[in-house]
Structures are given as C-alpha cells and as structure tokens.
C-alpha cells in the first residue's frame, strides 16, 4: 500500500509542477505582451540611411500628435504624384528599413508620408495599442490639414502590424482606398493560431481587430498576402477578404512575410499599380 501511495503522490507532484510551470509560462505571456508585439528595436532603434542614399529626394519632417509626442517622418515626393500614399510599417524596425517600399511607390508615381510611431525611431514616447491609433490620425491631419492634400487623395497603406493600425485609420476618415498587406484577423485570433495551447483570447491586452475595421470601411479595398508567409497565415489573408466590402481585391504573393513584396517582384508592382490606377486614375 505504501508504494501504490507514493506512486500517486509522486503523480500527484508531478502534475501541480506542470500546472505551476504552465501557469508561470502564462503569468509571464501576459506581463509581456508588449515586448512580444512591438520591437522598435530590431535591428535597430537607430536610423539607417535615408531615401536620398537610394536616388529618392525626400524632407523629414516632425508631426506632433494630440497627447504631444514629437513623431518623426520622411516626405518622399513623386516628380507628378496622381496621389499620396500614408505607410504605417511592421513592428520591426523604423522608417530607414523600408526604402525598398519607398522605391516602389515612387515609381508608381505616388508620393509616400512614412512616419514611425511613438518610441520607434527618432520619435519620442512609448508605444501602445491606443497610442498607434493617436499618431495614425495625427499623420491624417498632417497631410490633410498642413499639406492640404485632399483626402480623396490619400491611400493608406499598412504592412503587417501597420495593417491595423491604417485599418483603424480607414474606419475613422474617409481616405481613397485602404491597402491591407501580410494582415491579420486580430492580434488574439493570430496568437491562438501561434499559441494554441494557451488561453490568449482571454489573456491579450492588445486588440488590433482588423476585421471589425474592416466591417466599418465602405471605400476600395486591396487585400495582400503570401501563401509562403510563414508568421501570419495565409487563411487570416483570405479571411480579411472575406469580411470586407465590396469594391474589394486580393492580390497573391509569393515569399515569406518579409520579403513576399520583393520576391512576387512585378507581379506585386503590377498589381498595386492596377489598383492604384482604378482609385487614382493615371
């Protein structure tokens, strides 16, 4: 009898063990959401060279946002714009990481406002989720209300994390069009893809529900996605699509979630440039 009770005891250890170690696990995943979603710093806080070094003539300017952070910008002018693109990038990085994207749009013959968020960069504060939300509408009223640029003008562009945060943006203004690239449904839907085994719907703090943006925007619609995207499924692409209205596209990529833009090489050109076309005109 005394060894069957130590072998049910030792069972019983074994599992409040593995039980407190889970729940360590998700005491630690909820503190640290914000380090999990947001990297200002990778590579590098740091800014790299500027559009200049890639033949592009640009301005930086400063956008200041309702709650005063300083936010920092880069103006990259089309010689004979037909509109201008406002890009909200990933959470990697800032502004000097995307000159590839600022080459490509500016052979589309669009002007490009690109800006990094509140503790990315140059710019000052510290990010949130309500906080990207406050300096996306701040880079609305820069061009709309400082460069005068009529919003019927404007096509908002967001890459990964940035797709929420210019869906967001597209479900408060009345912009040209929204371009939705590498998206996803919602941060808890994209984490109980990545972390099935945990309770993130109940446990995130962070929202980003892109859909329910989506279900608000009554405007052209361009949704961009890999199959090979090896971070945000290709499924939240399509479901994307699926819950926006009508006038709405998709445009299939290749590659993976970093590089999808570059590797489809003409075939992503091709198609921001029908799209921009049938919103901008020529």
Same mark, same amino acid.
Do not use: C
């Given at each position: %009898? ?34 999990? #979603?947001?990297?200002?710093?990778? &590579?590098?806080?740091?800014?790299? &060279? ?5 033949? #592009? ?17 880069? $103006? !990259? &002018? ?5 509109? !201008? ?43 949130? $989720? ?21 919003? +019927? ?15 967001? #943006? ?15 449904? +919602? ?11 945990? =309770?993130?719907?109940? %446990? ?14 009554? #405007? =052209? ?28 596209? /998709? ?17 992503? /050109? ?8 049938? !919103?901008?005109?020529?």
């Amino acid at each position: %009898m005394s060894g069957k009770r130590a072998s049910v005891n030792g069972f019983i250890s074994i599992i409040l063990t593995a039980a407190g170690v889970y729940a360590l696990i998700v005491l630690l995943l909820f503190l640290g959401q914000a380090r999990l #979603l947001y990297f200002p710093n990778v &590579p590098t806080r740091a800014l790299g &060279p500027g559009p200049d070094s890639i033949g #592009l003539a640009y301005e930086a300017v400063e956008i200041i946002t309702e709650d005063g952070i300083r936010l920092d910008a880069w $103006e !990259v &002018p089309a010689s004979e714009p037909r509109g !201008v693109v406002l890009f909200f990038h990933g959470n990697a990085g800032n502004i000097s990481h995307r000159l590839d994207s600022l080459k490509i749009f500016h052979d589309l013959n669009v002007s490009t406002l690109i800006f990094d968020y509140r503790g990315y960069g140059r710019s000052g504060g510290k990010v949130s $989720e309500q906080g990207t939300y406050r300096d996306a509408e701040a880079a609305w009223r820069y061009l709309t209300k400082q460069r005068r640029i009529p919003s +019927s003008q404007i096509v908002l562009f967001g890459r990964s994390l940035g797709a929420a945060v210019a869906a967001y #943006l597209a479900s408060q203004q009345r912009p040209a069009a929204l371009i939705i690239e590498s998206g996803f449904v +919602s941060v808890p839907e994209l984490a109980a893809q990545i972390y099935p085994w945990l =309770p993130v719907r109940w %446990m995130a703090r962070f929202k980003y529900p892109i859909r329910e943006y989506l279900d608000k925007v009554s #405007l =052209p619609v361009l949704i961009v996605h890999s199959r090979d995207d090896e971070i945000i499924p290709y499924a939240q692409g399509t479901s994307l699509f699926e819950g926006a209205h009508e006038p709405k596209h /998709f445009l299939e990529l290749r590659g993976g979630h970093n590089d999808g833009f570059l590797v489809s090489g003409r075939h992503y /050109f091709n198609g921001l440039e029908m799209f921009l076309t049938s !919103v901008l005109g020529k």
